[in-house]
């Protein structure tokens, strides 16, 4: 059972008062906010213990390079992969996919090859994929949705013998839509084809099993699970990553190095080129410490309830419309009030304290399939409340008043 007002309290900037009124945070999908534990992880490290990792022979290298890797433990055993040189640090999902698309892209894709890439994507897992199919010549393809944003299921036939990768968000951060992944990695394997399961909108709301995917690579952003920004994971099996060639050079990913040839280290330093974010790092491993505390099954469990009451709130209001009405959701709606532009809404909404993502959310092939210059979505997380969506609700109805709407 979750105590909400203890896990509330773990949250500083709840307390904050915008334009004079107390703050209603709905972005969680752009970003989580974090837990005190958080922020004094990373004040601790650079109070304490602040040394570059991996280098040194003395005391405080040793212990940030120790508590560093103990971080890497935790958050392996948080995504149940076998081993920890599986898990890349990198700056987060966009910096993990782009890792990917140019490593594993430039060396296992060649000309005539297709890549199929869901329309429901962000952005960060559309581009680097567009992108390499330009550089190398292969075929760009895309597995299209319904009007309720569920994906075909006619998945079967878009993949072939010239198909080498399928990326896929577990959660789609415009339409909340749970994409069946599981499904899909059992149908591409069946082809021979790999893989990459976009996180960044599932990891923190829901539990995510790697070994019981079997997903060949998964990606995931640490400020979106309550974590520091400029952090987040890379997952490949270790066979895959292996095969890899380093993306980028320099300090601590090389074995050896002479003026004829250089050597590479061995996994997961092979992909850690230079100092890393080891302050963030280890902060990350906090942030998920601290969900282990409150354990992801409550939280999937305290937010589904969340969001049964906003879909059961927001669409009593006549004029608003969602966008999104999978069976399978997670923490978020997309909406549109008929007649306003989501701007409008948005800056309104602002003004009441309550804080709203309006626009794209970086996914505009979505846009694109309604015909919609954008949505106002409110996301959840942890420290929400149903008192946040009733304030979302009366200041959805105060403003369709004062429109006329
Ligand atoms: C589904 C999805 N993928 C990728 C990203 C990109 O994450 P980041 O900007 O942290 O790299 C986001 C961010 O909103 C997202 O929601």
Redesign the pocket.
């Given at each position: 059972m979750i105590d909400i007002e203890k896990i509330r309290k773990d949250f500083p900037i709840l307390n904050e008062k915008v334009y004079g009124k107390s703050l209603v945070y709905l972005d969680n999908?752009?970003?989580t906010q974090k837990p005190q534990q958080v922020i004094d992880a990373i004040c601790e490290c650079y109070a304490h213990y602040n040394s570059n990792i991996h280098r040194g022979v003395h005391f405080l290298s040793n212990k940030a390079t120790d508590i560093h890797e103990k971080s890497r433990e935790t958050i392996r055993e948080f995504i149940n992969a076998d081993s920890s040189e599986e898990l890349i640090f990198t700056?987060?999902?966009?910096?993990?996919?782009n890792l990917l698309a140019y490593s594993w892209g430039d060396f296992c894709v060649e000309e005539g090859d297709e890549i199929l890439v869901s329309e429901m994507?962000?952005?960060?897992?559309l581009v680097p994929w567009q992108l390499l199919c330009e550089r190398k010549g292969a075929k760009f393809k895309y597995i299209p949705f319904d009007d309720n944003g569920v994906l075909s299921s006619d998945f079967d036939s878009l993949i072939n013998e010239k198909t080498k990768l399928v990326c896929v968000?577990h959660?789609?951060?415009a339409l909340g839509t749970i994409n069946p992944i599981k499904d899909i990695i059992e149908k591409a394997h069946a082809k021979g084809v790999k893989v990459l399961v976009?996180a960044?909108?599932s990891i923190q709301h829901i539990k995510v099993d790697v070994k019981d995917l079997d997903c060949d690579f998964l990606?995931f952003?640490g400020?979106?699970i309550y974590g520091p920004?400029g952090t987040?994971i890379l997952y490949g099996k270790k066979d895959l990553l292996n095969a890899m060639s380093p993306w980028q050079s320099g300090g601590e990913m090389i074995e050896t190095v002479s003026l004829d040839k250089t050597t590479f280290n061995v996994l997961p330093f092979k992909f850690e080129a230079g100092t890393p974010n080891y302050v963030g790092n280890i902060a990350l491993g906090r942030a998920i410490e601290y969900v282990n505390e409150i354990g992801i099954d409550n939280i999937e469990k305290y937010e589904a309830d969340l969001l049964k009451y906003a879909h059961e709130k927001l669409s009593s209001i006549p004029s608003l419309k969602i966008y999104g009405n999978a069976e399978n959701k997670a923490s978020l709606i997309s909406f549109l009030i008929e007649g306003t532009h989501p701007y409008d809404i948005g800056t309104l909404l602002d003004r009441m304290g309550i804080a709203v993502r309006t626009g794209t959310?970086?996914?505009e092939t979505v846009m694109q399939h309604f015909d919609i210059p954008g949505t106002i979505r409110a996301s959840f997380a942890i420290y929400n409340t149903k008192k946040d969506i009733d304030d979302l609700y009366e200041g959805l109805l105060k403003i369709t008043k004062m429109l006329g709407l």
């Open positions: 999908g752009a970003t700056a987060g999902t966009t910096e993990s996919i994507e962000h952005h960060s897992n968000n959660v789609s951060n976009d960044a909108q990606v952003s400020h979106k920004t987040g959310h970086c996914a």
